[in-house]
């Protein structure tokens, strides 16, 4: 997957590049170009769907083809059953602590969630929920662009997990 992830890095860097080009004229000619290929591609992807239902659950396990799904509007699974998915996989994890996660809602790009056990309210378990929680739901739901948790110790209100920063003991 490194592969597919250095080109999508590329692309962003030439995306940035129409995007400064000094002639209006010639950016939106490249921007039509470009908008054109993604419709185009998208229409394709759909009617992939359309053939051959039966594939779009597996499509959407593969995380190259998941994003790609995404950027279309085509994926099979809802944001909040693929979060609800990440945490199931760090539950394991979460438990050997004494602590859980619930998610409590995904809504416009958040994923409010809250922490319970022994991870809620602790000031030693906040850095490693935070890497092993969004590092779980950004892998499947790279849709969702911030986290916000309840439960943790720096107040009994709903806070970003982008300002955590103490590790497990």
Known sequence: MPLATERVAELEARLAQVEALPDAGAREVAVD???GLLDVYGAGLARILELAPEL??????DELVSHLLLLHGLHPVDARTRVEGALESVRPYLASHGGNVELLSVANGVAYLRLEGTCHGCPSSTATLKH???QAIFKVAPDVERIEADGVAVGPHVIS???LVCPLP
């Open 33 to 35: 170009a470009i908008q």
């Open 132 to 134: 092993a929680i969004e």
């Open 161 to 163: 997990i982008d300002s």
């Open 56 to 61: 779009a659950p597996r499509l959407g396990e």
